[in-house]
T-cell receptor
């Protein structure tokens, strides 16, 4: 499959732990933020998104936090499972501009 | 609802050849974007098509081109292939742009010999 994990920061956790993946963005005009999960051999899969008028949004086992002051985004995964092992990307866009992707973080979950 | 479909999944070409990749978006999605993914550069935006028109373009040479058909299906073409074009090429579709979730296909893995 596609090796997207070369040279990526890696987060290793135990099954059942909570995971926090961080992301910094640079465009202060960005108003839409999104997290993707990419497993080996597959395309990025949408996890959760948030707009700039919010600072927190929750999904199933996932929470995204947005701090516009320091241009920081985080993804929290509750009760991490081995199936959560993948590369996670954040991306942001401003009005009329394209999505800019971060370099990604590899999450490794040990049973 | 069927997801984004990309064909072929794998392709091997030699330097100097050209290649055409195909993408069928999710039904009802009018925006189709293409990305190049490599271990060193990550995900880089190539271009976006909307209603058969190129609406946005990334910083790639003119050897990379694309088009969109009236049914929103899209193709991208790379001419005069170089070794550095080896990558995973991903297509993503959304209803109408970048301020909403883009849904990706599983990509075409292009290897240049």
């Amino acid at each position: 499959g596609e090796n997207v994990g070369l040279h990526l920061p890696t987060l290793s956790v135990q099954e059942g732990d909570n995971s926090i993946i961080n992301c910094a963005y640079s465009n202060s005009a960005s108003d839409y933020f999104i997290w993707y999960k990419q497993e080996s051999g597959k395309g990025p899969q949408f996890i959760i998104d948030i707009r700039s008028n919010m600072d927190k949004r929750q999904g199933q086992r996932v929470t995204v936090l947005l701090n516009k002051t320091v241009k920081h985004l985080s993804l929290q995964i509750a009760a991490t499972q081995p199936g959560d092992s993948a590369v996670y990307f954040c991306a942001d866009s401003a009005l009329y501009s394209t999505l800019t992707f971060g370099k990604g973080t590899m999450l490794l979950v040990s049973p | 609802k069927a997801g984004v479909t990309q064909t072929p999944r794998y392709l091997i070409k030699t330097r100097g050849q050209q290649v055409t990749l195909s993408c069928s978006p999710i039904s009802g999605h009018r925006s189709v974007s293409w990305y190049q993914q490599t271990p060193g550069q990550g995900l880089q935006f190539l271009f976006e098509y909307f209603s058969e028109t190129q609406r946005n373009k990334g910083n790639f040479p003119g050897r990379f081109s694309g088009r969109q058909f009236s049914n929103s299906r899209s193709e991208m073409n790379v001419s005069t292939l170089e070794l550095g074009d080896s990558a995973l090429y991903l297509c993503a579709s959304s209803l109408d742009g970048f301020n909403q979730p883009q849904h990706f296909g599983d990509g075409t893995r292009l290897s240049i010999l």
